[in-house]
């Protein structure tokens, strides 16, 4: 079956812009979590969203923000872009819940001139 | 503070040359401690779960073993395919994942 799929795969953005990535899980999985990867500080948990709800959250100021659809598909968007969100930016699906194991897509690139 | 911390840094093996990779942690609650492998420029790919301590898991050539303090991936026979990063996080009872930074393994041929 298809894996998780994430758009765009690369992105490149200015300060103060904003962006939005969207992130397609695998048929029949209901919960998609999103992730910050840097070289500095790691995989860093951003938000957890199950049938259309906002289940869990990570520490991450406001300007990062989702949502998931009635088909699980989940966006995220980070609004007023700063360099420190150049990323690669990843989206993983699971079945049930995030306690189950998680299978992550290939992750959007993004960079912040 | 739920954290996790992974050693080696990176770690170069011979082909064929065993050794173990070490995850700790300190977490308010357990649920699960999860393994990844990550290639360059993919996303992680899970590899084990364990729930408690006394758990084993294995595949292939590697071995997932956890205690009340730490986790160890042992790499047995290693081939120049498993070279990859190794990632190691644990869930809490809110939910909520938190990874270490992971060991680089480069297998030489």
């Known amino acids: 079956k298809a894996g998780v799929t994430q758009t765009p795969r690369y992105l490149i953005k200015t300060r103060g812009q904003q962006v939005t990535l969207s992130c397609s899980p ?8 999103w992730y910050q990867q840097t070289p500095g500080q790691g995989l860093q948990f951003l938000f957890e ?58 992750g959007t690139r993004l960079t912040v001139l | 503070e739920d954290q996790v911390t992974q050693s080696p840094e990176a770690l170069r093996l011979q082909e064929g040359e065993s050794s173990s990779l070490n995850c700790s942690y ?39 073993t956890l205690t ?23 869930q809490n009872y809110g939910q909520n994942f938190v990874f270490g930074p992971g060991t680089r393994l480069s297998v030489l041929p």
């Not at chain 1, 695998?26 to 979590?33: F, N």
């Not at chain 2, 393994?35 to 758990?55: C, I, V």
């Not at chain 2, 160890?72 to 190691?88: G, M, N, Q, V, W």
Request: hydrophobic content about 30%; proline content about 5%.
């Open chain 1, 26 to 33: 695998i048929s029949g999985h209901r919960s998609v979590s």
């Open chain 1, 49 to 106: 969203y199950f049938s259309e709800t906002q289940r869990n959250k990570g520490n991450f100021p406001g300007r990062f923000s989702g949502r998931q659809f009635s088909n699980s598909r989940s966006e995220m968007n980070v609004s007023t872009l700063e360099l420190g969100d150049s990323a690669l930016y990843l989206c993983a699906s699971s079945s049930t819940t995030a306690y189950n194991e998680q299978f992550f897509g290939p």
């Open chain 2, 26 to 64: 300190t977490v308010s609650g357990l649920r699960g401690l999860f393994w990844y492998r990550q290639d360059p420029g993919k996303g992680p790919e899970f590899l084990f779960t364990l729930y408690s301590a006394g758990e084993e898991k294995e595949k292939e050539r590697l071995k997932a």
């Open chain 2, 68 to 90: 009340k303090k730490e986790s160890f991936l042992h790499i047995t026979a290693p081939k120049p395919e498993d070279s990859a990063t190794y990632l190691c996080a644990v």
